[in-house]
């Protein structure tokens, strides 16, 4: 299986400052396609996890311009540009380059 | 917009098995797409559980297949998972979800309790 690592396991960063969570692969994830298998998703409380990004890069469709997604290979990066207050959320990283899919433990993103 | 929605019991016994049913709607299960089971511990992380192709392939997750089966109803537009021999540990909210570029469209959530 390939093990998704994630850090930090919580963030705390100020209202309009920028946020930045990483995800560590044990494997590549890029496939001869050039494509990285990789997804990031946001989880509210009650709520489902929510796609953000597929393709390690490319945002799903209404989701707002401060999350960006960037790496290649085993090491990749999810920015919030500049933090709202509705961002507070646990965020995963997730392959699916292989199965089992596997995911990220979480990171906790709080307000400062 | 493609919605699904999990339904089935919410408390399951030890050493039973947990049945749950996902409708989908908006959307025709017999497409391209793959389909799949996650599910979500109390205090815990998201764990893919396995997933189906409306042909009836399967992919499941090692730490799981000995004990689940996911099936299709195409007639009904839904996909199913069994969970056998449940403990504890099998406590979760389960999620049925559509398997993309990443999965792109989630049903709310259904929490199973396994206690006697």
């Known amino acids: 299986d390939i093990v998704m690592a994630q850090s930090p396991d919580t963030l705390a960063v100020s209202l309009g400052e920028r946020a930045t969570i990483y995800c560590k692969s044990s494997?590549?994830?890029?496939?001869?396609?050039?494509?990285?298998?990789l997804a990031w998703y946001q989880q509210k409380p009650g709520q489902p996890p929510k796609l953000l990004i597929y393709?390690?890069?490319t945002r799903e469709s209404g989701v707002p311009d401060r999350f960006s997604g960037s790496g290649s290979g085993t090491d990749f990066t999810l920015t919030i540009s500049s933090l709202q207050a509705e961002d507070v959320a646990v965020y995963y990283c997730?392959?699916?380059?292989?199965?089992?899919?596997?995911f990220g433990q979480g990171t906790n993103l709080e307000i400062k | 917009q493609v919605q699904l929605q999990e339904s089935g019991p919410g408390l399951v016994k030890p050493s039973g098995t947990l049945s749950l049913t996902c409708a989908v709607s908006?959307?025709?299960?017999?497409?391209?797409?793959?389909w799949s089971w996650v599910r979500r511990p109390p205090g815990k992380g998201l764990e893919w559980i396995g997933e189906?192709?409306?042909?009836?392939?399967?992919n499941y997750n090692p730490s799981l297949k000995t004990r689940v089966t996911i099936s299709v109803d195409k007639s009904k537009n839904q996909f199913s998972l069994n969970l056998s021999s449940v403990t504890a540990a099998d406590t979760a909210v389960y999620y049925c979800?559509?398997?993309?570029?990443?999965?792109?469209?989630w049903g709310q959530g259904t929490l199973v309790t396994v206690s006697s």
């Open positions: 393709w390690a890069s």
């Open positions: 979800a559509r398997s993309a570029a990443g999965l792109d469209s």
């Open positions: 189906i192709f409306h042909s009836g392939r399967t």
């Open positions: 997730q392959q699916y380059y292989n199965t089992p899919y596997t």
């Open positions: 908006g959307a025709s299960i017999s497409s391209t797409n793959w």
């Open positions: 494997q590549s994830v890029l496939y001869s396609n050039n494509k990285n298998y």
